[in-house]
């Protein structure tokens, strides 16, 4: 087995492979397991700091924006659709396919997103349900500020979605603080458990919403109302994926009793970029650093395609290219939740190092993890 050291999905402990493992009882008329839900999103609740309730749903994360636009939109809903980089702007087609009308705003892939900026155009136009907007955009490793952002558009009596898939328990999420309505979160990525659940997190105001929508929702799946009252009656939508549920419990207790784990992502991000510009290679964003994936772009005389072959052929180490406008112009490297670690960066870095110089790339210095 090769090492992933890609933005999601990560390697996984072995203590959350076990959990998966477990025997299993029925989750729909086991009573006890609506608990054991419950808690589990409360616990995921809590490490996100709020008491909002959050669903877990089985689905990989792309299920979980779809579920909370199709559960928000309504036929002509004027949606703002905040766009610096392929996630921010994929937004839009969801928001379409659900029959609203999203408007744009799109702004340079090498920046994170300016809430001065994004002031000035509310104050000429704020007629929105709500805005859409990715807290780490994963093929650009584009950080955005929600805690500036959010508070922003709430401001302006805007709902807001967030997707932070890939942001999340690496980079600081405080959905009270930041008033987010509807945050998105996966299972694969700093949270380190296999892909399959995704979660959602609604406030009060999504919830009324929902609630107050004038036509039904679209879907079965994606329809978040479904889930109300789960606990009360003790019914599902559909039968839970236990296993994953389980692994994934484990994965957020990992989170949960390891103290160091936010600090060790800001770290391990800051001397993954130190160390790729002491070597004369250059970070694809010019501000707005993840902390859970670096993206260099990609030197001249070679491609990514190269680059990515020779480190999993001859050092069996995983690192991803990327997609839509960024196919082949960069590369990205994860470090993300169980993959953040000096031990993995050291080695990752040893290999970059043989495989460029391999394929006669030329470095300022060598590109050392110290
Ligand atoms: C990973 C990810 C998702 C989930 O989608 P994939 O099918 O795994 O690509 C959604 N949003 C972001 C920002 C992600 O990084």
Same mark, same amino acid.
């Not at 650009?140 to 959010?150: E, V």
């Not at 953040?340 to 043989?354: H, I, K, P, S, Y």
């Given at each position: 087995?090769?090492?992933?050291?890609?933005?999601?999905?990560?390697?996984?402990?072995?203590?959350?492979?076990?959990?998966?493992?477990?025997?299993?009882?029925?989750?729909?008329?086991?009573?006890?397991?609506?608990?054991?839900?419950?808690?589990?999103?409360?616990?995921?609740?809590?490490?996100?700091?709020?008491?909002?309730?959050?669903?877990?749903?089985?689905?990989?994360?792309?299920?979980?924006?779809?579920?909370?636009?199709?559960?928000?939109?309504?036929?002509?809903?004027?949606?703002?659709?905040?766009?610096?980089?392929?996630?921010?702007?994929?937004?839009? +087609?969801? /928001?379409?396919?659900?029959? *609203? #009308?999203? &408007?744009?705003?799109? %702004?340079?892939?090498?920046?994170? !997103?300016?809430? =001065?900026?994004?002031?000035?155009?509310?104050?000429?136009?704020?007629?929105?349900?709500?805005?859409?907007?990715?807290?780490?955009?994963?093929?650009?490793?584009?950080?955005?500020?929600?805690?500036?952002?959010?508070?922003?558009?709430?401001?302006?009596?805007?709902?807001?979605?967030? +997707?932070? /898939?890939?942001?999340?328990? *690496? #980079?600081? &999420?405080?959905?009270? %603080?930041?008033?987010?309505?509807? !945050?998105?979160? =996966?299972?694969?990525?700093?949270?380190?458990?296999?892909?399959?659940?995704?979660?959602?997190?609604?406030?009060?105001?999504?919830?009324?919403?929902?609630?107050?929508?004038?036509?039904?929702?679209?879907?079965?799946?994606?329809?978040?109302?479904?889930?109300?009252?789960?606990?009360?009656?003790?019914?599902?939508?559909?039968?839970?994926?236990?296993?994953?549920?389980?692994?994934?419990?484990?994965?957020?207790?990992?989170?949960?009793?390891?103290?160091?784990?936010?600090?060790?992502?800001?770290?391990?991000?800051?001397?993954?970029?130190?160390?790729?510009?002491?070597?004369?290679?250059?970070?694809?964003?010019?501000?707005?650093?993840?902390?859970?994936?670096?993206?260099?772009?990609?030197?001249?005389?070679?491609?990514?395609?190269?680059?990515?072959?020779?480190?999993?052929?001859?050092?069996?180490?995983?690192?991803?290219?990327?997609?839509?406008?960024?196919?082949?112009?960069?590369?990205?490297?994860?470090?993300?939740?169980?993959?953040?670690?000096?031990?993995?960066?050291?080695?990752?870095?040893?290999?970059?190092?043989?495989?460029?110089?391999?394929?006669?790339?030329?470095?300022?210095?060598?590109?050392?993890?110290?």
């Amino acid at each position: 087995m090769y090492k992933m050291m890609t933005p999601g999905p990560t390697m996984v402990a072995e203590n959350v492979r076990m959990a998966r493992s477990l025997e299993v009882g029925n989750p729909d008329f086991d009573l006890d397991f609506f608990d054991y839900y419950r808690d589990t999103c409360k616990l995921y609740s809590r490490l996100l700091h709020t008491e909002n309730e959050s669903l877990i749903l089985s689905g990989e994360g792309i299920l979980g924006l779809e579920a909370a636009i199709a559960s928000l939109t309504e036929t002509g809903d004027r949606v703002l659709v905040l766009d610096n980089g392929v996630f921010g702007k994929g937004f839009a +087609d969801f /928001v379409k396919i659900y029959g *609203g #009308n999203p &408007v744009l705003y799109t %702004k340079d892939y090498r920046h994170s !997103l300016d809430a =001065g900026e994004l002031k000035k155009y509310l104050e000429h136009d704020s007629d929105f349900k709500y805005a859409t907007l990715v807290h780490c955009d994963t093929p650009s490793g584009m950080l955005n500020d929600i805690a500036a952002l959010c508070p922003l558009l709430k401001e302006f009596g805007i709902l807001t979605v967030v +997707d932070s /898939v890939s942001g999340m328990f *690496g #980079n600081e &999420v405080n959905v009270d %603080k930041s008033h987010i309505d509807i !945050l998105c979160g =996966g299972s694969q990525k700093a949270i380190s458990a296999p892909i399959g659940l995704t979660m959602v997190t609604l406030s009060k105001d999504a919830k009324q919403a929902i609630d107050n929508r004038s036509s039904d929702i679209a879907s079965f799946y994606a329809n978040l109302s479904m889930f109300k009252n789960y606990y009360e009656n003790k019914w599902f939508p559909y039968s839970m994926p236990i296993s994953d549920i389980y692994g994934l419990r484990q994965a957020l207790e990992n989170i949960s009793n390891d103290s160091d784990f936010l600090n060790r992502h800001a770290r391990i991000a800051e001397k993954t970029r130190n160390a790729l510009l002491n070597s004369g290679l250059s970070l694809y964003a010019e501000d707005g650093y993840s902390d859970t994936v670096t993206v260099f772009c990609i030197p001249e005389g070679t491609t990514a395609a190269d680059i990515l072959k020779k480190m999993q052929q001859e050092h069996g180490i995983m690192l991803a290219g990327s997609f839509d406008v960024l196919a082949g112009e960069v590369i990205r490297i994860g470090h993300m939740g169980f993959n953040c670690t000096e031990e993995n960066m050291l080695e990752t870095f040893t290999a970059l190092n043989d495989v460029l110089n391999e394929l006669n790339v030329p470095l300022k210095e060598p590109l050392i993890w110290k």
